[in-house]
């Protein structure tokens, strides 16, 4: 007998026929009310999960007791409680890799938009406010030669250190946990504390993923450390970030400008103050936001799972200490 998946994300045709061959799927096609409802409803008779974007508390997965299987369709797993997860024995599963270069592509983006004002110059064309040559008050600040800092130094932080050393001959300095021999060899990277490199960089990149131990990581403090010609991107998570105390800094002209993907509160509601500030750019947390990227984000989850649903280890098993071989 075909074993029940619920599916909280949208699949392609092909995908969505790749997963009816193994599985009974129902599938909810928006997380609105009246989505939530249909999951809960689904719940009970679930084997395996499979979307993104939607906090999977306890309180919710005490709902599902067959479930053996959650393939999220994102790298980042912060919606998880994986403790939880691992104490039922629930494989969890993500989808790196696959979207590393397509989030490089997205933090190099923000740094080219925030360093050379692109989102604010297009607007003031688009608004025929364009009357004559730009003078001093509409430049910006260059790219190439600057200094990068990348705080995180995992998959994507490096392929952000590979456009800036490669493309763009940018010093690399990085903070992450441990020290990465490789990466500095690659990229002639220098390892800083994350004091140095507040301090040194012209570019502090975060792109790191949202844990205990990250929440809030940058605040005040670290704003102060930062010097007025600084720009901040932050492709990572919003939480890692005291929002507040950004607002300050960039009031302030603590730091020149911001290029933020990612928010403390998603969707950033309209009203933020953020949105008042021209020297920032906010977009929808589109990292890996392309048609490629995500149809292969969406073959791996489909992948991993069927292949926990099947009793085979998942390519990309989050949390090994449930696995049972
Ligand atoms: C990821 O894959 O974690 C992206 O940020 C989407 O959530």
Redesign the pocket.
Known sequence: MKKQVVLYKKLSPALMTRLQQHCDVTLIESLDADGLMKLRDALPGAYGLLG??LKLDAALLDLAPQLQAIA??????DNYDIDYLTRRKILLS??PDV?TET?ADTGFALILATARRVVELANMVRSGQWHRNIGPAHFGTDVHGKTLGIIGMGRIGEALAQRGHFGFGMPVLYHSQSRKPAVEARFDAQYRSLEALLQEADFICLTLPLTAQTEGLIGAEQFALMRPESIFIN???GKVVDEAALIDALHHQRIRAAGLD?FEREPLNHDSPLLQLNNVVATP?M??ATHETREA?ARCAVENLLAALAGEKPANLVNPVAWQG
């Open positions: 993104a974007s999220s369709v994102s790298v980042g797993v993500n989808t979207l989030t492709i990572s998570r990612v947390h990292g890996s984000m």
